[in-house]
């Protein structure tokens, strides 16, 4: 009988490399990523004026990330949502003030799922960098890039699309009353967002990589968050003073006001008297100021005219004006002489409250409500300044001062100040006055320039080039009040380098995202695999879906 050859002993696993597949392991289950992210949703939105809370950004945007480790596109595109569900819903409660809730959920739940579907893109970041080694240069440094990047990405897209965007709530934005604010004039705001989320995917990084256990990981958050905190705002030149007296009607000018022609404008003028005499280089009327169109009433332009001569300087007034078949939103420099007046048309009219895109479409959805609207607003193209003397004073109207294009094109035109007209009757008493009014304040931090934010109905405010309050009128008031402003010239990195950084920060975004999703699919041959790497690949790959 032929002996049997000795039985070889089973081969040795191969010796394991470090855990490369540590980060990946590491992830919420489902149900309580979606509760944690609700729960940060929340946690933003108390982050955010008015309210103001800003260091509970960063717990917002960790736990937001945090939820996001690990998930399947289709998980992604959930927690994303229920973030964005939460935050939206809470943010804009003050939309369904007038109108009830259904433009109210419309607006905040279409925000929610474009949020949830930008968080895919940082899901994808997530999964396609746990190939390499947790504790490196890679997952330490450039994930946290990669994902600052993709999150002011989305930022960018939602302020830009669809019907021309809803820049309202950035995460630059809410450190308007925090150490951070001064970062904005170098950065702008999508800089600002980018760098706070890298601190955030920072930290989350750390706590993939071994948290206490591997405090040396922790390094870049801190470095990151220090130079934030320790950067000052970019230096402007002093260029002067200018005496501006805004006035605040509190007249009737909410859309349901009980009101008769002429009771505006009689309201903004009654309220200007006590300013009649006294050296001013400009009075500042709100948005809506005047209610009929001075280029074709002749009672209103007469009116004007008094004003004007009574006080003894130019007057900036808003009204709705017609040029043709054309509806403008219309800012007006009213001077004596009729040679000299100028005008600024807002750039951006709100969608469904100043015109209404695709009103057959939405007329099938709420007939109703649509129909309220009676006047189609069409865009402007003229400049968003206006020269007063040598003096050139930067424009806004309403909703226009979240749109960055408006602000910076105004500043590059050459203005060393602006005025911020606004409309706030409809939302008297909410959120959104102060939402608008902390907008302002940044607009005065990124450009370096004096701000004067007048409303109809308050609160309106002058604001130094630091962000601090010069001099304010309550909500709900009649008042006139004359600021001394300091002039600036000189432009901002925010200024010049912005619109480029908006672009370069899209592009980046998928171009290094597109790089490691290749990465990651390229697989080592199956062959050289043993059989449970080949499974784990497998399930990678359905995993990702």
Known sequence: MRARPPTRAPAAPPAQAPPRRAAAAWSLPLWGAVLASAAAGFLLDLASPPVGWWPLTFVSVTVALLCLVGRSIRGGLLVGTVFGAVFY?????????????????????????LFGAGAVPITLAYRWTTRYWPRGLVHLLA?????GMLWAAREVVMGAWPYSGFPWARVGMTQVSGPLAEVVSWTSVTGLSLLIVAVC???????????IRFAVGLHPAIGLAVLLVVTPQFPTASAGEFRVGWVQGNGPTGYFDDKAPGDVLAAQTA??????????????????GVDADPLSDPGAAVALDRVVQAAGAPLLMNAATTRGDQVFNTS????????????HDKVNPVPFGEYVPDRWFYELIARDLVGLI????SPGTNPPIVQVEDVGVGLAICFDVIYDSVIWNATRQGAQLFVFQTNNADFRGTDENLQQLAFARMRAIETGRAVVNVSTVGTSQAIAPDGTTLGSIDLDTAGAVISTVPLRTGLTPATVL??????????????????????????APERDLNPTD???????????M
């Open 89 to 113: 819903t809470s943010h804009l409660v003050w939309v369904g003030e007038f109108l009830g809730p259904v433009p109210w959920l419309a607006l905040a739940w279409l925000e929610a799922v």
């Open 143 to 147: 994930v946290p890039l990669l994902v």
């Open 201 to 211: 995917a920072a930290a989350v990084q750390w706590i993939r990589a071994g948290g």
């Open 271 to 288: 309220a200007t008297r006590p300013l009649y005499g006294q050296p001013v280089d400009l009075l500042a009327w709100p948005e809506g």
């Open 332 to 343: 007006l420099l009213w001077t004596a002489e009729p040679a000299d007046r100028q005008w």
């Open 374 to 377: 009676q006047r189609e607003y």
């Open 498 to 523: 912005g619109p480029s950084l908006n672009g370069l920060v899209v592009a980046g975004a998928v171009i290094v995202l597109a790089a490691f999703g290749v990465t990651h699919r390229r697989r």
């Open 534 to 544: 080949r499974r784990s690949r497998r399930e990678s790959t359905r995993e990702d």
